[in-house]
């Protein structure tokens, strides 16, 4: 028991399916508990703090964080696992950047008004809203204040891989951490494990033409040919500018890629670079002799027909995007 | 006065907390449940097109997003006023008993089971998932592994992942089903009935037949006499996917039944400041605060209130097992309609009759010949601007409400998920757990602690479940203050114990 290595498993602002994830793992699950000592997982948060704290320095073998940050706890334990872990891996599109509940970075003004007050099912004569502070007959009730702002592990601590994916896929988790296991070399510090180093187009069996597109499709306005490529058809699909790894599970039932890998090798900003795709796709009719403000005016009415750029475009990478979470 | 401050480490809504207060003599003054975080997701789905709302509202919780993502289709087939094919509707129904099946397993096995198989008193350190697979053996260990497993590839199959599907669609499902995944469906669903009679023996082995047990289920301490909440079919049977929802009183007969389309005029939202979470309660009853009765408007949306909303069960062998729930409480039918059973330890055994049902309704759904139709989808010609969905979701009804812009774009989103239906009721299990546990100032820990848990996986792990995921006690940490905030003693459990 003594000499298995140590493994630590921490949740930070997230869903829970990267647990789902991690759970199905299957029957690996048994590989798992063979090869790691658990120490410390999400439900000893409190009270094992101290014993890791305890723990000397780089002492765990490895650390799977997964979940944004959003409170001052989360990034305190983040702290803490980076300095007691040999690795330390940001696990999941959320510890990676940001994931969609950092989408709550859109709405800097917060959310208490419009839940609290104005909801169909919320009367609320007295126009109670939630208060740091509140005094009750037998005493003081505290409550922590609403935390608007979602960020990536990597604004608080070094990490050293990061598996991508909302929530990452059980093969490719294994494909991580086997590696891990059996002690065998890993790529070089803050590169993705368990996925690709293209894009989802790579490994999408669509068929792909050389082809502009004049407007764009919301989903529920045609039904895509099931052999052709959704983008090709209209449907913005962000496989150019998402990490391969999944096995374009979306497109493979006729649904675009949503980006929940985040974008790929060597691109920072996954909506900068679908943006620079669809550039080069998009068919805005002859140009010659247009003024810019004509040039822009038809770009346009080809992005007027898709309404929510910074939803589509940033959906999982809003807080790690080159916007750090706050569009203009 | 006393302070008692219990902090669960629970992360799906947020990381809920216990504050108890006791009087003069020791005794419970009161008890007060908060959840003291907020994620916002009404907020920041306003501006996002509809259509996205399915894979969006999937992230709020990764325990049921299933349950999300087709309240969420369902919510936008009424937005963009169309309906779906007959088979897509099937299909849905098809994945989400695959869901059920694998949720409750997990439930079961993982999460709230653990109390009744091992015992309330049994160490924490053995009460989870490998002390389950201890007392019934390694190869009930591999049945829940391979019944996860096999559902999750259904999910996968027909929902395009298995975590967070993506092909729900207004109007339908974006792919069909083919005759070779089919068969492998109805192998899987047969699997499935059988593994769900195996686990209601294995309840009836290690529950019913003993009566340090029975007794425990039977007993009043989170016994709470509340309407109950649940969807039915147009014979007033179960279903988990669509229906009117139908309300039934504390002393049984019909009180409401409406289209989830009219939820705001049957349902509202009280606030209370020290606390993000609202209180649902029955609109024209009203919010009397956390009282039950048939005066007050709490109610309780959890697999134990939709049995007891349902005149029967639409399958054969879980309509055994339903009479047998009720045959056991003693309960009678009256001109009213049969009494509810509100024993709360009973939702466990409910849950089990729920997994036999899905897995048997899964077989029907597989074995429908229109379940292969190519037919899958109808193409929208409006935007009407609002549009209101709802299932049951494993751990209580659960309600999308959107309205949009003329171009599909949020402008507004109320949703009332399955956990916040029984936030009442849970604050009222959680005080009269405490009551029980604590008097004349004597704490008795290991009892109080135990019954605390057990209030928190009766309704929901969704407020819990991280801490129940592997190796899996809940750790709670009480403090006890005197009324400056000092803290005069603390108790602590070890998720590890
Ligand atoms: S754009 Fe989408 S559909 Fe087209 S090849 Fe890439 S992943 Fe496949
Ligand atoms: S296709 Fe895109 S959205 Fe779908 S699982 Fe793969 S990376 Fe995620």
């Avoid at chain 1, 399916?17 to 699950?29: D, K, M, T, W």
């Avoid at chain 1, 000592?37 to 320095?57: G, Q, R, S, Y």
């Avoid at chain 1, 529920?220 to 150019?240: A, Y």
């Avoid at chain 2, 003599?25 to 008890?31: F, I, K, L, S």
Wanted: charged share 25%.
């Amino acid at each position: 028991m003594a000499n298995k290595p140590q493994l630590s498993i921490y949740w930070a602002a997230s869903c829970g399916g990267c647990e789902i994830a991690i759970l199905n793992l299957h029957e690996r699950l048994l590989d798992l508990d063979a090869a790691f000592d658990l120490v410390f997982c999400p439900c000893l948060l409190d009270t094992k703090k101290k014993d890791i704290e305890a723990l000397p320095d780089r002492s765990i073998a490895l650390t799977l964080v997964n979940g944004a940050l959003r409170t001052g706890e989360n990034r305190e334990m983040a702290r803490l696992l980076r300095r007691k872990s040999q690795l330390l891996i940001g696990f999941g599109a959320c510890a990676h950047q940001g994931g969609i509940p950092a989408l709550a970075n859109l709405d800097p003004a917060g959310p208490l008004p419009a839940i609290y007050l104005e909801g169909p099912t919320t009367p609320n004569p007295a126009r109670t809203l939630p208060l740091p502070e509140t005094t009750v007959p037998e005493g003081t009730l505290q409550l922590p204040p609403f935390l608007g702002r979602v960020a990536p592990l990597a604004e608080e601590v070094a990490v050293d891989y990061f598996i991508p994916g909302c929530p990452p896929e059980p093969e490719q988790v294994w494909k991580a951490l086997d590696p891990v296991i059996q002690g065998k070399p890993l790529p070089p510090l803050g590169s993705a494990l368990g996925a690709g180093r293209s894009a989802v187009c790579a490994e999408c069996g669509r068929r792909k033409r050389e082809k502009k597109i004049s407007r764009f499709h919301r989903t529920w306005e045609i039904v895509p040919d099931p052999e052709q490529c959704l983008l090709d058809q209209g449907l913005v699909c962000m496989g150019p500018a998402t990490r391969d790894g999944c096995g374009a599970l979306c497109p493979q039932v006729s649904m675009p890629c949503t980006g929940c890998y985040g974008p790929p090798e060597g691109v920072a900003d996954q909506g900068a670079a679908m943006v620079a795709a669809l550039g080069s796709i998009l068919d805005i009719g002859p140009i010659t002799g247009l003024s810019p403000e004509e040039i822009a005016a038809r770009i346009d009415e080809v992005l007027g027909s898709l309404p929510d750029a910074a939803g589509t475009f940033y959906k999982y990478s809003l807080a790690g995007s080159l916007l750090k979470g706050r569009l203009p | 006065m006393t302070r008692l401050t219990i902090d669960p480490i629970t992360r799906l809504e947020g990381h809920g907390r216990i504050e108890i207060f006791l009087g003069e003599h020791g005794e419970v003054a009161n008890a007060y449940f908060q959840v003291p975080e907020l994620r916002g997701f009404e907020r920041f789905c306003v501006g996002r097109h509809a259509e996205e709302m399915p894979v969006i509202t999937s992230r709020i919780c990764g325990v049921c997003p299933e349950a999300h993502h087709l309240a969420s289709v369902k919510a936008l087939d009424e937005l963009f006023g169309v309906e779906p094919p007959p088979a897509a509707k099937k299909i849905r129904e098809l994945l989400y008993m695959a869901f059920f099946v694998t949720d409750h397993t997990t439930h079961f096995y993982a999460l709230g089971g653990p109390d009744f198989i091992l015992g309330p008193d049994a160490p924490p350190s053995e009460r989870n998932i490998l002390g389950v697979i201890r007392k019934l053996g390694a190869e009930a260990g591999k049945k829940v592994i391979a019944c996860r497993s096999r559902n999750h590839r259904v999910i996968q199959m027909l929902g395009g992942r298995a975590v967070h599907p993506s092909a729900g669609l207004p109007g339908g499902w974006s792919k069909p089903v083919s005759e070779e995944e089919r068969r492998e469906i109805e192998a899987i669903a047969r699997q499935n009935v059988d593994f769900a009679l195996f686990s209601l023996a294995a309840f009836d082995d290690l529950v019913l037949k003993n009566p340090a047990h029975l007794a425990l289920v039977t007993s009043d301490i989170y016994l709470h006499r509340t309407y109950s909440m649940g969807t039915v079919d147009g014979e007033n049977r179960l279903n988990l996917y669509d229906g009117m929802i139908r309300v039934v009183a504390p002393e049984g007969g019909e009180t409401l039944k409406y289209h989830p389309r009219e939820y705001a005029d049957h349902l509202a939202e009280h606030v209370e400041p020290w606390t993000y979470l609202k209180f649902p309660y029955l609109r024209k009853i009203g919010w009397k605060g956390l009282v039950d009765g048939s005066g007050s408007g709490v109610y309780v949306a959890s697999p134990l209130s939709r049995l007891n909303v349902a005149a029967a069960m639409a399958t054969p062998r879980a309509q055994e097992h339903f009479e047998r729930l009720y045959e056991t409480f003693g309960c009678r039918t009256t001109g009213a309609g049969r009494e509810p059973v509100h024993h709360r330890l009973a939702t466990h055994w409910a849950r089990l009759i729920e997994l036999l049902y899905a897995a048997e309704r899964m077989l029907a759904l597989a074995t429908d010949p229109e379940i292969t139709s190519p037919e899958v989808r109808r193409m929208p010609e409006t935007i009407r601007g609002v549009g209101i969905g709802s299932v049951e979701a494993p751990r209580g009804t659960l309600t999308h409400h959107y309205e949009t812009d003329d171009r599909g774009i949020l402008t507004r989103v109320n949703l009332i998920v399955g956990t916040t239906n029984n936030h009442a009721a849970i604050a009222m299990s959680i005080k009269r757990a405490a009551e029980k546990f604590i008097t004349g100032g004597t704490v008795v820990e290991e009892g109080m602690l135990n019954r605390i848990e057990m209030a928190f996986r009766l309704y929901d792990p969704c407020l819990s479940c991280a801490t129940h995921s592997l190796p899996g006690a809940m750790p709670l940490e009480v403090r006890i203050r005197d009324r400056q905030g000092e803290v005069v003693r603390t108790l602590r459990r070890d998720g590890t114990g």
